[in-house]
Nanobody
Framework: QVQLVESGGGLVQAGGSLRLSCAAS????????MGWFRQVPGKEREFVAA????????HYGDSVKGRFTISRDNAKNTMYLQMNSLKPEDTAVYYC????????????????WGQGTQVTVSS
């Protein structure tokens, strides 16, 4: 019912910036919460950031606070993750997710997921 497609990943130097985008299509609603998670092979999926339907409520994982900014444009059905001051430990596959239930930092509360986009930060 919902398709999420991430873009914007790539290879950057430590200290650099990237902006990830997540385009949503299908049965989406402006009130749906959205979020970003990331995962390294062999590690648990980690919460990165989430945003409420209005964009007025945001929540960030401790490891990215002060460096990443989540935003959304409901008119475009698109969510963004601006990543600044990137560190090698930010290297992961980043996943976009949509949650009908509201803002959450728990991956099992999300209803739809994108395919992931690789972010690699070199030192």
């Amino acid at each position: 019912q919902v398709q999420l497609v991430e873009s914007g990943g790539g290879l950057v130097q430590a200290g650099g910036s990237l902006r990830l985008s997540c385009a949503a299509s299908g049965r989406t609603f402006s009130r749906d919460a959205m979020g970003w998670f990331r995962q390294v092979p062999g590690k648990e999926r980690e919460f990165v950031a989430a945003i409420s339907w209005s964009g007025g409520g945001t929540h960030y994982g401790d490891s990215v606070k002060g460096r990443f900014t989540i935003s959304r444009d409901n008119a475009k059905n698109t969510m963004y993750l601006q990543m600044n001051s990137l560190k090698p430990e930010d290297t992961a596959v980043y996943y976009c997710a949509l949650n009908y239930g509201g803002i959450s930092d728990s991956y099992d509360n999300y209803d739809y997921w994108g395919q992931g986009t690789q972010v690699t930060v070199s030192s």
